[in-house]
């Protein structure tokens, strides 16, 4: 049986006053772990779906010697884990020291070689973890001289006061992943090495999604734990993100790009014989790009053998019969399938080499035929019921791919279901089962949707019907734009609010860019570009956000539905006031999109409703999620799409405006939210 904390450590861990609705979450998650179960919740955006977590889960797993695995997307999220762990700490002064956590990220952001060479900054986590064995190898040969290998895991094993010294200010100070590592630069030690030391010793650690979900990276975990899954708790953070996650960490591409890097590789390397010297690997790598440019010219562009187009026109990607790829290498060669095994067998072999070579000259140790190698091995012993096959056309045309896409994300099912428990929480998860559904959890998952604990009067959705961005309907009538045009400006123009205007996608959003749609708006505007880095993003946003707080002015950013400022950004009062979405974020009908719609046809007889519609409400709420993230706040957001009323159910307060100017201005004015309009 098990239980939860009493005298001495008196369970009121809680740090707050619980909201309408906490003390129901934490509630239904203390009968969850108890059960041994699981639980899928939606609770709106600024509810303490986190806090209301850790507090119920940290109780039970001091409790009962379990272990909590905490697992975010971003590292926005991994900070406020550790943001609400340092306030149950204030509350729990006479027992602080069991009230800890430890944020790991992964080696590109921890490990300080790869941080000060741009080189090793590129790598991957299996390239980072192999100069890592390396560099601690040298450092633990004691050998004089230039090489003593990393100078941060030198000073970890040699400088035992330094490290006990590190080790008690992290406990002292419970550091987020980022402040631990700056604390580790400045005193010259390995942070990935401290984390290891502290994950053994702390109740809850903090990680991205890869390390609960690849299987090398979650047993290296599990190692520094030394606790099997039994013993532990899953918290996915954010989990509407993983189904497609899961999808994109399980599926594998086979670029023309990566192929040509093949081709340059040997020629830097060598050009061994394959197939008993029957042909050189160069020789291989140019029959695969030839191979892959004829796929796409035949399933993408639709060009018969004779040159002449058929079909419809050109496509962003198709389906590729499932033997297609391996058929085509064996009829132009001339060989066997257990020839082309042993073909794949050399080029991985010949990877290895390479990558042996270039860690010895200091280089990552990356090799592009090796890489090739493993896909060829995945993709030939590919089974059909879990993948679809598909031709990309990528890059305008310039870097074409063959492409394995995975459509079951319960392909990890097994490894949640091995989890003590597992809670999967999100602002915006409805319809719960089909989330259930997708990642394969049990039948008998808890789904509980909670409502937003902030005043209804507070929120106000509305649509109007006067405009759409459906393709078909825009160019049957030409003035749908500037109807949606003198939407925006108009919204935009009147209230001195600061707003942000949500579009489908950046196609679309550079589209209304060109057309000139924001010419006649008269404030400062902010536009997201799609290649920003994010410190250029945060910038972008700070300064959009200092609008609101400068008496007069007011400003509109311009941003995407389902992109990084949509979701996990908060833009509290003032910053943000007005919300205009313009069209219906429905996932774009590639090849790929159908797989998935006649994948879950067949598999749950929900094809639309599992592969087009949740995920599409999922990226309206988050935009308006935007607006109200705790009890003081309050904004209007207007859907600008006649399709809105298709996702009532999904936005129970959507309402139909005939003239949203003036029903903005009536919001405005019963909220005493300002006393100027126009």
């Not at 003593?148 to 094993?157: P, V």
């Not at 040159?307 to 009829?331: C, H, Q, V, Y």
């Not at 600061?498 to 536009?527: E, H």
């Amino acid at each position: 049986m098990y239980q939860y904390l009493h005298s001495p450590f008196d369970m009121d861990i809680f740090p707050y006053e619980p909201r309408k609705n906490q003390t129901a979450i934490i509630k239904t998650i203390e009968n969850t772990l108890a059960a041994k179960g699981n639980i899928v919740f939606e609770s709106g955006t600024g509810s303490g779906k986190t806090i209301c977590t850790i507090a119920s889960t940290l109780e039970f797993a001091i409790k009962n010697n379990k272990k909590i695995i905490y697992a975010t997307r971003t590292n926005a999220q991994q900070r406020q884990v550790i943001v609400e762990l340092r306030e149950i700490r204030k509350k729990m002064k006479d027992n602080k020291d069991r009230i800890f956590g430890v944020g790991v990220q992964g080696r590109s952001n921890m490990c300080l070689l790869a941080k000060n060479d741009p080189d090793f900054a590129k790598g991957t986590s299996e390239e980072l973890s192999k100069i890592c064995a390396n560099e601690k190898k040298k450092a633990r040969s004691n050998k004089k001289g230039k090489d003593k290998g990393c100078i941060y895991f030198r000073n970890f094993i040699e400088d035992k006061n330094k490290i006990d010294s590190a080790l008690d200010w992290m406990r002292q100070n419970l550091p987020t992943a980022e402040e631990s590592i700056e604390y580790c630069e400045k005193k010259k030690i390995c942070p990935y090495e401290l984390n290891k030391l502290l994950v053994r010793e702390t109740p809850l650690v903090v990680v991205p999604y890869i390390y609960v979900f690849e299987s090398v990276i979650r047993n290296t975990l599990f190692d520094w734990l030394s606790a099997s899954e039994e013993e532990m708790i899953l918290i996915v953070d954010e989990a509407h993100n993983l189904p497609d996650y899961i999808r994109d960490l399980f599926s594998l591409r086979l670029s023309m790009w990566m192929i040509k890097s093949c081709v340059m590789e040997v020629d830097k390397y060598g050009d061994p014989s394959v197939a008993d010297g029957k042909f050189s690997v160069s020789g291989f790598c140019k029959l695969l790009i030839d191979i892959v440019g004829d796929l796409r010219d035949t399933y993408v562009y639709n060009i018969l053998e004779n040159g002449i187009r058929s079909g419809s026109p050109k496509k962003s990607d198709a389906f590729i019969p499932s033997n297609e790829f391996e058929t085509e290498i064996l009829s132009r060669l001339g060989i066997t399938s257990k020839k082309l095994h042993d073909i794949i067998g050399d080029l991985i072999a010949y990877g290895e080499k390479i990558q042996e070579y270039r860690q010895k000259k200091g280089k990552l140790p990356r090799s592009y035929l090796h890489k090739l190698g493993l896909f060829l091995e995945f993709w030939t012993n590919l089974g059909d019921a879990q993948y679809s096959k598909l031709v990309v056309d990528a890059a305008q045309g310039k870097n074409p791919r063959i492409e394995a896409y995975c459509l079951d994300p319960s392909i990890v099912s097994d490894v949640i279901k091995k989890f003590h428990s597992s809670i999967h929480m999100s602002g915006t998860l409805e319809p719960l089962e089909e989330y259930r559904d997708s990642m394969g959890l049990p039948s008998d998952t808890v789904l509980v949707s909670y409502p937003s604990p902030f005043p209804k009067e507070n929120r106000k959705i509305l649509f109007v019907r006067d405009v759409t961005t459906k393709y078909s309907e825009i160019i049957k009538d030409k003035k749908i734009l500037q109807r949606m045009q003198d939407h925006v400006s108009g919204i935009c123009n009147t209230f001195p609010k600061n707003a942000m205007v949500f579009f489908p996608s950046f196609n679309t959003l550079s589209m209304f860019q060109r057309n000139g749609s924001f010419d006649d708006i008269k404030r400062c505007l902010y536009i997201e570009e799609q290649k920003m880095s994010q410190s250029a993003l945060m910038d972008l946003v700070s300064e959009f956000k200092s609008c609101g707080q400068r008496e007069g002015e007011s400003a509109t950013l311009f941003s995407v539905m389902g992109g990084r400022i949509s979701e996990g950004m908060d833009f509290p009062a003032e910053q943000l006031e007005l919300v205009l979405i313009v069209g219906i974020p429905y996932p774009k009908p590639t090849a790929r999109q159908r797989g998935l719609q006649r994948y879950y046809d067949l598999k749950f007889r929900k094809g639309w409703e599992y592969a087009v519609e949740a995920p599409t409400a999922r990226k309206l709420l988050q935009s308006i999620g935007r607006l109200i993230r705790d009890e003081n706040d309050k904004g209007v957001a207007i859907i600008l799409d006649r399709r809105a009323s298709r996702f009532k159910k999904y936005i129970g307060d959507l309402e139909e405006s005939k003239d949203p100017i003036k029903d903005v201005e009536n919001f405005l004015i019963g909220n005493i939210k300002s006393t100027s309009f126009r």
